[in-house]
């Protein structure tokens, strides 16, 4: 039986392409691999690889002599690079050539073995590439669904207020600009976030988010911008921070209002120099990330105390998005019933379906204190008290501060 490893991400054995103008070195990989549970390819050149990579787009990994004619192997990488970034190359040097696959590695090739190389050292290099391949693969097509879910006509909603929000939103994703979301807790400022990210450019790079209030001062500090070594108590470790993971995509702060003030100068540096250093570090950091922060306090008063940086507010709030509360659009209620049933119903194997007339009334009626976070919560513990049979959400299955009113 084959090795887990040995299977691309489609279950199938792995594939792969050894590119070498030495008949035997291709032979004995070819034999070697084959053995190995693989399907192997090979090329004699570098010009025949790539037309075998056109018509083999299930390959996994290349395996490549660094020294060809036509193209070379570096050649071939950088063109590979462009067409599959998930395939992963590994190169074969002589000794003499180590610097160049050193170089190699730098523009993206996943290792090297040198001449006379070590097979069963290339066996495990193979398999951690196809393991690379698998999760980069993965990987993508997770940001394609997220793409997908919050995409503008994916956020539920027809009032006129969400609607000239998104318009709003359309409009300031393609940009850097940086944005402060507004509105009280459980409006969805993290889903307008995600929107704003998942329609820019830098949708198919990170997303990260950050609960500031959730962290003392010196944690968020760290969190923020990382730490080197030795740098406090308990760092035993070098860390990257959210910047670094958030590079040439969005980073989202919520709370920003209750960020302590040597953080709030930290981060109006970064806004300005686009750089930073890690705590107890001195190495500058360069980064790009678009800026994306949200809280439910008034920023103006904080300002006004001497409790939140003037000049950190308005680089924070090149674009202001205002989220109005659930009562305050009280027509996307039962679109928002509908979409939390469908969720919750087929995760408690429920045939909840739709809410009766008397508890529609009622959930549209209520004023929502919590926002949709509290209708949601609402909607998911219906779904657990509902009878297994029960295809209609009735007023019996509502918290008691909802169904006490009068329909």
Request: hydrophobic fraction near 40%.
């Amino acid at each position: 039986m084959r090795e887990v490893e040995k299977l691309s991400q489609n279950g199938q054995p792995g594939r792969i392409l050894i590119a070498d103008d030495e008949p035997n070195i291709r032979r004995v990989l070819q034999a070697t691999f084959q053995r190995e549970g693989y399907d192997v390819l090979t090329a004699e050149s570098g010009r025949k690889a790539l037309d075998l990579l056109r018509a083999n787009d299930g390959t996994d990994v290349l395996i490549s002599d660094l020294i060809m004619p036509d193209i070379n192997g570096v050649e071939l990488l950088e063109i590979v690079r462009e067409m599959n970034p998930a395939l992963s190359v590994v190169m074969i040097t002589a000794h003499g050539t180590i610097k160049t696959a050193v170089d190699a590695m730098r523009l993206g090739a996943f290792d090297y073995v040198t001449k006379p190389f070590d097979m069963d050292e290339l066996k495990v290099l193979v398999r951690k590439a196809i393991e690379r391949r698998g999760m980069l693969t993965e990987d993508s097509a997770v940001k394609t669904k997220l793409r997908k879910t919050y995409r503008f006509d994916s956020i539920i909603g027809q009032s006129q207020g969400l609607r000239q929000i998104l318009d709003v939103v359309s409009r300031v994703a393609r940009s850097r600009a940086s944005v402060l979301i507004r509105g009280e807790s459980g409006t969805g400022k993290e889903l307008i976030a995600r929107a704003l990210h998942f329609n820019s450019p830098r949708a198919k790079e990170n997303f990260v988010a950050v609960a500031c209030i959730a962290l003392s001062e010196n944690l968020l500090e760290s969190e923020l911008f990382g730490h080197e070594k030795g740098a406090f108590t308990g760092a035993l470790s070098q860390k990257a921070g959210r910047f670094e993971q958030a590079n040439k995509g969005t980073l989202f702060l919520d709370e920003i209002g209750d960020i302590p003030a040597n953080v709030q100068m930290k981060l109006l540096r970064v806004l300005q120099e686009r750089e930073f250093e890690r705590v107890g570090g001195n190495k500058t950091i360069k980064v790009d990330v678009r800026l994306v922060t949200a809280t439910n306090q008034d920023l103006e008063k904080l300002v006004a105390r001497g409790d939140f940086r003037e000049d950190l507010f308005y680089r924070l709030n090149d674009v202001e998005i205002v989220l109005p509360p659930l009562r305050e659009r009280r027509e996307d209620i039962p679109l928002l019933v509908e979409h939390f049933l469908k969720r919750y119903g087929r995760e408690d194997g429920r045939d909840l379906s739709s809410a009766s007339a008397e508890c529609l009334a009622l959930l549209t009626g209520y004023s929502w204190p919590g926002n949709i976070r509290e209708l949601e919560n609402a909607i998911e513990r219906a779904c657990v008290l509902a009878d297994p049979d029960q295809k209609e959400l009735t007023p019996d299955l509502l918290p008691r501060e909802v169904a006490s009113q009068s329909a």
